[in-house]
């Protein structure tokens, strides 16, 4: 699909070279990460290799620095849950609730970037309809979100979750927030970029995680059309203002799960996550 690949070169080639000219003019320097990435000096960042596209992205922060943070951050959002009452489930919990949203999980993180990373649900009793990552090896999801979708439907939830940290999403959003610090010119044009993308590829890769799962990929379109027609739709919008609209959303989703149905025996089935009606590497 040529849009889609140039919409994967234009985003690295706008991380790279947008984020480069902005170190160059703070008198940062930027070297090729070693494996694994380190910093080599005190006014030099890793260029790290995005593990999805295999094409260099300015990732300041580590994996484990990453995960690190992630983990003392959500330990805290759970002590915070369960000080106001809210049960919160961990992997081992026999609750019904967990065990689906573990199963669900476990099927499509084994399609994925990551399958050799440890990543797993956390499940908040909380009725709103929200899911997250926090970049490390959890992703969080609201039991108003889980009791409300079907099985598919979830699962693609779970995919796009799981495709931003595979993506890198989180740590991208740090090192933007820092190159937005040390930058004269109006942030909010990057920020926007950022957030538009990354959800953008995380539709993407989640659709590719299902498709190599068995699943349904059309329910990631009928998901987003159903939610842009209710009256209520505010209080199912998983995401910020800043990304696409849900009505955009499902219209773009279905054209993408239409192209790539049609085109999927045409890739090798062993390489997928390499090469796909997506993308190709």
Known sequence: ???????????????????????????????????????????????????????????????????????????????????????????????????????LFKAIHAQSHILNDEIFPVLVEKDEFQAYTLGGKEVVFYTGLVRRLTDDALSFVIAHEIAHIAAGHVGETQSRNVINAIDYSDPRMLGDFYSVSNEQEADHLAILYMARAGLDISVAANLWGELAAREDQKQYDIFTASHPSMKDRAAYLDALSREFNDKINQFDQSRLLDCNPIYCN
């Open 1 to 103: 699909m040529v849009w889609v690949n140039l919409f994967h070169f234009s985003s690295w080639l706008l991380r790279g070279v947008f984020g480069l000219s902005l170190l160059a003019a703070c008198n940062l320097q930027v070297s090729p990460a070693l494996s694994p990435p380190v910093m080599a000096s005190g006014n030099e960042v890793p260029l790290r290799l995005d593990r999805v596209t295999k094409a260099p992205t300015l990732n300041f922060p580590s994996p484990s620095e990453l995960n690190k943070a992630a983990e003392l951050e959500l330990s805290m959002r759970l002590s915070g849950y369960q000080a106001l009452g809210m049960a919160v489930f961990l992997p081992g919990s026999p609750a019904t609730d967990y065990q689906r949203l573990a199963q």
